[in-house]
């Protein structure tokens, strides 16, 4: 074996230039296509590692292979790649083992450092050991071992590595680093450091061109006090924008909230949580299929399938959008807003929760449910703090009221409706109703109308004013002001105060007459049974035999009187104090002027049905001038119990004026 020991790297260059271990292919000669040897030998001349500077030089060759051996500031190149290093050995001109202070370079912005460095120029793959630094741009990838193919340009790391940049800072047990794409893939152990979070994954992606960190397996991300758990998705640092999917959950405090996909606009502060939207904080769930908080503005809005619950309420809707800044809510869709025990329903609500006020628009239906009470109409101002509700618009423009009385309903409207809050002696809460103008009532066994009414749950009273009338079967009732006492959820006792006046006719031909400056009539089981008449007693009533026939008819006048019904028939009456009674046959009666003043028997303003509650208003058959109309002094005082009969022993008179 021959041997040449140090010779100078000039020499070295010459025989190169000489072609010594290269050839010149014959087509540069003008010869035809070269043989399959020569392609082969062109081959290995682009895979050679050539050699431009060594301070010096041994060369070896050993039978079939040559060994070169450069000590010094070596420097190799091979196409576009350069190495340097203190030392090298070169085999066959194609593989390098290179030790101390090894920097490889490829194109203007790659360059790999290490202590060690082994070079297959056949296979373009350098393997580096030590203190390895891989530097693209302002990219610094560290590591103890890198695995480098400069064809493909994709460094491989098994040992555990670190990428900076800027003031971020990437670590994972393994990774591949795609130069060209700028592209990084860390699995195993991933931590990511950054000044506005830190990240523990799985396996992670990283653009280093666009800073787009890439989730691409379990990954818990921790910024300031909250925490995101994710199984893909992105996060984009330049611009600080992520999107996080596949279950996803976000946990901060109290605040809980997981979706199909989270989105955070950390230039504009927006979080999106979309499909499947839920967000916990307390004692306060919101769900939706998309739910966006604007930080900034302090703004939330719930959209699609929207449903809110704290303490107080419960919300659900098709959108519900939250100012929290302002203390301002409302919803858009259909609308239900538990607030027990009053439900309230619309197509949109806008509430200020600060002043405590709320608009709802649309079909709406407002329930109080301790009270059994149900309010329909267009609209409904309301106060929260002062529990109060005012409804207008509705079928034909009129609010609807329903309740249940002895297990049927009671409909009444009119042009507007009040539903507050009242507070009783004893501190409890109760509810207090109010219509205005053209009330109208009905219930298949008592309909009733006026110009205005209240109705208080305390007392059970409905009481109305200004041209009452109340008809219970064949009876109407009617006076200055006219109380409906309900016990039970049933009709108990009507109460006409002034100008009370009583008319009764089973065939509308002949008309029995009450007439007092007050009347109590007593219900049971929706049946009138008797009636007390207190103050200028009259009474015109037509006497019937056992088959129905009218036998004659009786006009009394007396101070006090007691009617007894059965059947809603008179069975009999008592007179008190004074009665003066006259009695005539049917033939010899002038039934017309039988009829009392004031006497007037309404038929076209009787509510029917439901539908006659919303018909528009008539003034027809309104009373005669005898009762002219008046304006009440306001809320009329509970009658404080049934007026004493006088206990006086009934004279011969009194006697003779009992009908049995």
Same mark, same amino acid.
């Given at each position: 074996?021959?041997?040449?020991?140090?010779?100078?790297?000039?020499?070295?260059?010459?025989?190169?230039?000489?072609?010594?271990?290269?050839?010149?292919?014959?087509?540069?000669?003008?010869?035809?296509?070269?043989?399959?040897?020569?392609?082969?030998?062109?081959?290995?001349?682009?895979?050679?590692?050539?050699?431009?500077?060594?301070?010096?030089?041994?060369?070896?060759?050993?039978?079939?292979?040559?060994?070169?051996?450069?000590?010094?500031?070596?420097?190799?190149?091979?196409?576009?790649?350069?190495?340097?290093?203190?030392?090298?050995?070169?085999?066959?001109?194609?593989?390098?083992?290179?030790?101390?202070?090894?920097?490889?370079?490829?194109?203007?912005?790659?360059?790999?450092?290490? $202590? #060690?460095?082994? @070079? !297959? *120029?056949?296979?373009?793959?350098?393997? &580096?050991? %030590?203190?390895?630094?891989?530097?693209? =741009? /302002?990219?610094?990838?560290?590591?103890?071992?890198?695995?480098?193919?400069?064809?493909?340009?994709?460094?491989?790391?098994?040992?555990?590595?670190?990428?900076?940049?800027?003031?971020?800072?990437?670590?994972?047990?393994?990774?591949?680093?795609?130069?060209?794409?700028?592209?990084?893939?860390?699995?195993?152990?991933?931590?990511?450091?950054?000044?506005?979070?830190?990240?523990?994954?799985?396996?992670?992606?990283?653009?280093?061109?666009?800073?787009?960190?890439?989730?691409?397996?379990?990954?818990?991300?921790?910024?300031?006090?909250?925490?995101?758990?994710?199984?893909?998705?992105?996060?984009?640092?330049?611009?600080?924008?992520?999107?996080?999917?596949?279950?996803?959950?976000?946990?901060?405090?109290?605040?809980?909230?997981?979706? $199909? #996909?989270?989105? @955070? !606009? *950390?230039?504009?502060?927006?979080?999106? &949580?979309? %499909?499947?939207?839920?967000?916990?904080? =307390? /004692?306060?769930?919101?769900?939706?299929?998309?739910?966006?908080?604007?930080?900034?503005?302090?703004?939330?809005?719930?959209?699609?399938?929207?449903?809110?619950?704290?303490?107080?309420?419960?919300?659900?809707?098709?959108?519900?959008?939250?100012?929290?800044?302002?203390?301002?809510?409302?919803?858009?869709?259909?609308?239900?807003?538990?607030?027990?025990?009053?439900?309230?329903?619309?197509?949109?609500?806008?509430?200020?929760?600060?002043?405590?006020?709320?608009?709802?628009?649309?079909?709406?239906?407002?329930?109080?449910?301790?009270?059994?009470?149900?309010?329909?109409?267009?609209?409904?101002?309301?106060?929260?703090?002062?529990?109060?509700?005012?409804?207008?618009?509705?079928?034909?423009?009129?609010?609807?009221?329903?309740?249940?009385?002895?297990?049927?309903?009671?409909?009444?409207?009119?042009?507007?409706?009040?539903?507050?809050?009242?507070?009783?002696?004893? =501190?409890?809460?109760?509810?207090?109703?109010?219509?205005?103008?053209?009330?109208?009532?009905?219930?298949?066994?008592?309909?009733?109308?006026?110009?205005?009414?209240?109705?208080?749950?305390?007392?059970?009273?409905?009481?109305?004013?200004?041209?009452?009338?109340?008809?219970?079967?064949?009876?109407?009732?009617?006076?200055?002001?006219?109380?409906?006492?309900?016990?039970?959820?049933?009709?108990?006792?009507?109460?006409?105060?002034?100008?009370?006046?009583?008319?009764?006719?089973?065939?509308?031909?002949?008309?029995?007459?009450?007439?007092?400056?007050?009347?109590?009539?007593?219900?049971?089981?929706?049946?009138?049974?008797?009636?007390?008449?207190?103050?200028?007693?009259?009474?015109?009533?037509?006497?019937?035999?056992?088959?129905?026939?009218?036998?004659?008819?009786?006009?009394?006048?007396?101070?006090?009187?007691?009617?007894?019904?059965?059947?809603?028939?008179?069975?009999?009456?008592?007179?008190?104090?004074?009665?003066?009674?006259?009695?005539?046959?049917?033939?010899?009666?002038?039934?017309?002027?039988?009829?009392?003043?004031?006497?007037?028997?309404?038929?076209?303003?009787?509510?029917?049905?439901?539908?006659?509650?919303?018909?528009?208003?008539?003034?027809?058959?309104?009373?005669?001038?005898?009762?002219?109309?008046?304006?009440?002094?306001?809320?009329?005082?509970?009658?404080?119990?049934?007026?004493?009969?006088?206990?006086?022993?009934?004279?011969?008179?009194?006697?003779?004026?009992?009908?049995?």
């Amino acid at each position: 074996m021959k041997q040449i020991r140090y010779i100078p790297v000039r020499f070295i260059a010459l025989l190169l230039a000489l072609g010594f271990f290269t050839s010149v292919s014959a087509q540069q000669r003008g010869q035809r296509a070269p043989a399959s040897g020569a392609v082969v030998q062109d081959t290995v001349k682009h895979q050679e590692v050539k050699v431009d500077h060594a301070d010096v030089f041994e060369y070896i060759q050993r039978r079939d292979s040559v060994i070169q051996k450069l000590n010094g500031n070596v420097e190799l190149r091979q196409d576009s790649v350069f190495m340097y290093c203190d030392t090298a050995v070169i085999k066959n001109s194609t593989y390098v083992i290179a030790v101390g202070k090894v920097i490889i370079q490829q194109g203007d912005s790659l360059s790999v450092f290490s $202590d #060690t460095a082994t @070079y !297959d *120029g056949v296979a373009r793959l350098a393997e &580096l050991y %030590g203190e390895v630094v891989l530097v693209n =741009g /302002k990219q610094q990838l560290f590591t103890d071992r890198l695995t480098y193919n400069l064809d493909t340009k994709v460094a491989t790391y098994n040992n555990g590595a670190t990428l900076t940049l800027d003031e971020t800072q990437l670590t994972s047990k393994r990774g591949y680093y795609y130069v060209d794409e700028r592209q990084v893939y860390f699995k195993d152990s991933v931590t990511v450091v950054d000044p506005q979070f830190s990240l523990r994954s799985d396996t992670l992606g990283f653009n280093t061109e666009t800073k787009v960190v890439s989730f691409l397996g379990p990954t818990l991300i921790s910024a300031d006090s909250a925490r995101i758990y994710t199984e893909s998705g992105f996060y984009d640092t330049e611009n600080n924008q992520a999107v996080f999917t596949k279950n996803a959950q976000y946990l901060k405090g109290e605040q809980q909230a997981t979706a $199909d #996909t989270i989105r @955070y !606009d *950390g230039q504009r502060k927006i979080y999106s &949580l979309e %499909g499947n939207a839920r967000f916990e904080e =307390g /004692k306060r769930l919101a769900t939706a299929d998309v739910i966006t908080y604007d930080e900034t503005n302090d703004k939330s809005f719930l959209v699609g399938n929207a449903h809110y619950i704290d303490e107080k309420q419960n919300i659900v809707a098709e959108e519900i959008n939250y100012d929290a800044r302002n203390e301002v809510y409302s919803t858009r869709g259909r609308s239900v807003i538990s607030d027990p025990p009053q439900i309230l329903e619309a197509n949109q609500v806008d509430y200020n929760e600060e002043k405590g006020l709320g608009i709802a628009i649309g079909n709406v239906i407002w329930r109080d449910t301790s009270a059994e009470l149900t309010i329909l109409c267009e609209q409904a101002d309301y106060d929260r703090k002062r529990d109060y509700l005012k409804a207008s618009g509705g079928r034909n423009g009129r609010p609807l009221l329903i309740t249940i009385l002895e297990g049927d309903s009671l409909f009444m409207a009119s042009d507007t409706l009040y539903a507050l809050r009242e507070d009783t002696v004893a =501190g409890d809460s109760a509810r207090q109703l109010r219509a205005f103008h053209d009330v109208r009532i009905y219930k298949s066994d008592l309909q009733a109308i006026s110009d205005s009414l209240t109705y208080s749950t305390t007392d059970s009273i409905f009481r109305l004013f200004q041209n009452p009338i109340v008809w219970s079967d064949t009876s109407q009732f009617f006076a200055d002001t006219v109380n409906i006492l309900l016990a039970d959820k049933k009709v108990d006792r009507i109460f006409l105060r002034n100008n009370g006046f009583i008319i009764n006719s089973p065939d509308e031909l002949f008309f029995n007459q009450i007439k007092g400056k007050n009347i109590t009539a007593f219900f049971e089981e929706s049946e009138l049974r008797r009636m007390e008449v207190a103050g200028n007693a009259e009474s015109v009533y037509y006497a019937r035999d056992d088959k129905g026939g009218y036998v004659g008819v009786n006009k009394t006048v007396c101070s006090e009187m007691m009617l007894y019904f059965g059947d809603n028939q008179v069975e009999r009456i008592k007179f008190f104090t004074e009665p003066k009674a006259e009695m005539q046959p049917m033939r010899q009666a002038d039934h017309k002027a039988l009829q009392m003043p004031g006497f007037f028997w309404e038929k076209k303003r009787r509510p029917m049905n439901l539908e006659s509650l919303f018909t528009p208003r008539t003034e027809a058959s309104l009373p005669p001038s005898a009762a002219p109309p008046y304006e009440p002094e306001g809320k009329a005082d509970m009658p404080e119990g049934i007026e004493k009969t006088p206990g006086s022993a009934p004279t011969p008179a009194e006697n003779q004026g009992d009908r049995q």
